[in-house]
């Protein structure tokens, strides 16, 4: 009977073994896995691959079943073999109290050390790096190993994560559709992107709307100054046809840094003017503390990754003009929507509305016209038409332009310059402005502060020096001002400059003769211009329909 008994329970932990095994096996996918599994598999019963110490939990499960079910079922139902199991019987003691402590293998590098040099330190300064901490106590213990830096460093982790400060929390947040809006700027000297050869000094306003990751992307020539924002955040607005309820900056540190208090405290209520004719509310992150604005920290770098991209298979960093190269950035940034534009136009229809126009995106000033026929604001001269000389302008300050204004009529537009960084002052020159009045007075040309800015394009300049090196000072600048002169007034600045550097590669000097035949008006191209007199009857008729 007892043979029988035991023969029976066997066959059931087989059974319930079995059932297991099918329960580990499903879904496999392979009967070549399932046998290759089992092959590994012991057969006392064992369901897990050798090796595998048994938990607290299996021996609380096993305990537990023991109460109700012989040995080899018990054992297979908590998924542990029946050698172990009869071991358990014999040691009743959770595998937890059973381990023995482990003990060092080798003697401790930092023993005498760690607690009495290392620990003083980083209770006295508790962000000193742990190179820092390795390189004095090399300093202080010669006879130290160097390969310890690692042990050192694991040692510095653990005591920090037991008795160091308390590190900040980042706390994630749910965003709503239409909520909030983010700005940001970014530098882009690292791509070295040039225009014509020159380097694009430049950097990116960065907007995104966080709950769809609609962005937008402005091409910035300054710093991060209230125009720069003001412009890049309205033609955001106006591109995704909506404004969120909330919109957040980064402070505009670089604005604020070398602003007087009344200058911040003006800057600070136009920029909540700015954000009231939207009817968003202004928030600011706090300075220092990017993770506040990660909504749009995040973005920089894949923006960038994706512009660097786009250069590459360009094949060139070099444009045309800066028109052609913001026209570039526009189709990165609009390939980059295209792949969230269910979730934008989801988001575009809870935005709130547009007002009617835009507001003010400049900065706007009075300046005077000296007599050199030229302004300096914000560190840069400007030249001007001379007959502007002792008038008053309004000047429209952006980010790449100046509007000039004489009463409420527009003048010109001016390319906006910028100032060096070793506090010298830049110059926007146009050799139009000046030539009429430098015709009359062609040696001012030899010492004037700004000739090198006056040159349109470099073979100018070039022939200007070949032409001193080799003529009278009071010749070179004569024929020197009759080539600007040709090239304004005939319309030929660029075929001109062509022949001067075909000249200067030649190392011949110019031939005006040629070059005035050249570029004359040709009197055969000239249209014949007949004038038809009426007779002066036709005034009498009309006279006399008049008196009727």
Not at 11 to 33: K, L, P, W, Y
Not at 159 to 186: C, K, N, Y
Not at 257 to 264: I, K, P
Not at 504 to 529: C, G, S, T, Y
Request: charged share 30%; aromatic share 6%; glycine share 6%.
């Amino acid at each position: 009977m007892e043979s029988a008994s035991k023969e029976s329970d066997d066959n059931e932990a087989q059974q319930v073994q079995r059932r297991a095994d099918h329960r580990d096996f499903e879904g496999a996918g392979s009967r070549a896995a399932g046998q290759v599994f089992k092959g590994i598999t012991s057969r006392e019963g064992m369901s897990f691959m050798p090796g595998r110490h048994v938990n607290d939990h299996q021996m609380r499960l096993y305990m537990k079943l023991r109460h109700t079910h012989a040995v080899p079922i018990a054992a297979a139902k908590a998924s542990i073999s029946t050698a172990t199991a009869y071991r358990i019987e014999g040691d009743p003691r959770l595998p937890s109290q059973r381990q023995d402590q482990r003990e060092r293998r080798r003697p401790d590098p930092l023993a005498g050390i760690f607690d009495e040099d290392v620990v003083p330190m980083l209770q006295a300064a508790p962000g000193l790096r742990s190179v820092a901490i390795f390189e004095e106590i090399c300093r202080r213990h010669p006879e130290l190993d160097g390969r310890i830096r690692r042990t050192l460093e694991r040692r510095i982790r653990t005591w920090r994560a037991i008795h160091g400060p308390e590190q900040e929390e980042i706390f994630r947040q749910v965003h709503e559709p239409g909520r909030l809006g983010l700005s940001d700027f970014t530098e882009m000297n690292d791509e070295h992107v040039t225009i014509v050869g020159v380097p694009l000094d430049h950097r990116l306003y960065h907007f995104r709307l966080i709950w769809s990751g609609f962005e937008h992307v402005h091409v910035i020539l300054g710093g991060e100054s209230y125009v720069a924002l003001a412009e890049g955040l309205q033609n955001a607005l106006w591109a995704v046809g909506g404004a969120p309820v909330e919109h957040r900056s980064d402070s505009l540190s670089a604005a604020f840094r070398n602003l007087d208090a009344d200058a911040r405290q003006d800057l600070t209520l136009r920029y909540d003017a700015l954000c009231e004719h939207y009817g968003m509310t202004p928030t600011r992150n706090n300075r220092g503390v990017a993770h506040e604005n990660g909504g749009i920290e995040s973005p920089h770098g894949h923006l960038k990754a994706a512009i660097k991209d786009a250069l590459l298979m360009r094949g060139s960093r070099d444009f045309d003009d800066l028109a052609s190269y913001r026209h570039f950035i526009d189709e990165v940034v609009s390939r980059k929507n295209r792949r969230n534009g269910p979730r934008i136009d989801a988001e575009r229809a809870v935005l709130q509305p547009l007002p009617g126009a835009r507001t003010s995106d400049y900065e706007e000033t009075i300046v005077t016209v000296t007599s050199t026929s030229s302004f300096t604001l914000r560190k840069v001269f400007y030249t001007v038409p001379s007959r502007l000389i002792g008038h008053r302008l309004r000047v429209r300050l952006y980010d790449d332009r100046l509007d000039l204004f004489i009463g409420g009529t527009h003048l010109m537009t001016l390319a906006r310059g910028r100032s060096f960084n070793n506090g010298s002052h830049g110059h926007v020159v146009d050799y139009r402005h000046v030539i009429h009045s430098l015709r009359r007075k062609p040696m001012a040309l030899l010492k004037l502060v700004y000739r090198d800015q006056l040159f349109p394009r470099e073979p100018y300049r070039q022939t200007f020096d070949r032409l001193i090196a080799a003529l009278p000072e009071r010749i070179a600048c004569r024929q020197m001002v009759e080539l600007l002169a040709m090239a304004h007034e005939r319309a030929c600045e660029a075929e001109l400059a062509e022949l001067l550097a075909a000249d200067v590669a030649a190392n011949r000097l110019p031939e005006m003769d040629a070059l005035r035949i050249r570029f004359a008006p040709d009197p055969a191209a000239l249209p014949d211009v007949v004038v038809e007199l009426v007779p002066l009857v036709t005034y009498d008729v009309l006279l006399a329909g008049e008196a009727a």
